[in-house]
């Protein structure tokens, strides 16, 4: 069992930045993946990164667009995003999950493990 809690979210402009973080506890020892999803008003939830807790190598989907940053600290168990020059697109509820394997995983159905939810608002 892995349990998740997100923190960070917030209201901020366009062309702001927020730093999203997802404390573990449980099994976090051992090969696991956290991953970020976002999940527009009206839309499906979508892949935003992920990164493996035991080695670090991280995964980012088309949305990231090399504005943003998953990393980890191993010591306070727990995983950040770090999101640069937001737009109003960003708009979503932000969740963290895991998933217990080391390999990169990008679809929903494959993290069995989900935090609350964290929303952030970019206004134009």
């Known amino acids: 069992q892995v349990q998740l809690i997100e923190s960070g979210g917030g209201l901020v402009q366009a062309g702001g930045s927020l730093r999203l973080s997802c404390a573990a506890s449980?099994?976090?020892?051992?090969?696991?993946?956290v991953g970020w999803f976002r999940q527009p008003p009206g839309k499906e939830r979508e892949f935003v990164a992920a990164?493996?807790?035991?080695?670090?190598?991280?995964y980012y989907g088309d949305s990231a667009e090399g504005r943003f940053t998953v990393s980890r600290d191993n010591v306070k168990n727990t995983v950040y995003l770090q999101m640069n020059s937001l737009k109003p697109e960003d708009t979503s509820v932000y969740y963290c999950a895991a998933r217990l394997a080391s390999n990169p995983a990008r679809r929903r159905h494959e993290y069995a493990y989900w935090g609350q939810g964290t929303q952030v608002t970019v206004s134009s």
């Open positions: 990164i493996s807790w035991t080695d670090g190598l991280t």
């Open positions: 449980g099994n976090t020892f051992g090969s696991i993946t």
